[in-house]
């Protein structure tokens, strides 16, 4: 599940759109890039992202209207409540949530750990002097 306003829209610069439209699903689209004729600067980002797809349905709850999220070969989620109820309960039911607000920017906290004694944990990205370590 993506969950960004996406206020912009679709970024006006490069070719990460244009490539999307291409294709009318991840694999095609893998199919594309990887003819030697492919080449733009974005096509790492539209890579990464049918890679994804290739493995995995992606939501998206956005401002972007249903036919744009369509486009972006992604599936519309109008109703975050109503698609996360959905998912959770009738595809994996064992599942939890985790919310990234920073998007990538944003490292969950992993662990933390002894290093020469003083204890760190990895949060938020930064290595952060903690007062416990766990064990």
């Not at 960004?4 to 009318?24: K, M, N, S, V």
């Not at 003819?35 to 733009?40: A, E, K, T, V, Y």
Request: glycine share 4%.
């Amino acid at each position: 599940m993506l969950v960004a306003e996406c206020r912009d829209g679709f970024p006006a610069h490069g070719a990460y759109q244009q490539l999307l439209t291409q294709a009318i699903t991840a694999s095609e689209l893998l199919k594309m890039i990887h003819q030697p004729h492919c080449q733009s600067p974005d096509q790492w980002q539209v890579q990464k992202q049918a890679l994804v797809q290739e493995h995995a349905q992606v939501y998206r709850h956005s401002s972007l209207s249903e036919q744009s999220v369509r486009e972006a070969l992604l599936i519309p989620a109008p109703n975050l409540q109503e698609t996360l109820d959905m998912l959770l309960t009738k595809q994996w039911p064992a599942s939890r949530v985790a919310g990234l607000p920073e998007g990538p920017m944003t490292v969950m906290r992993v662990q933390c750990v002894r290093i020469r004694g003083a204890p760190i944990c990895v949060r938020h990205g930064a290595m952060r002097p903690t007062s416990r370590a766990s064990t």
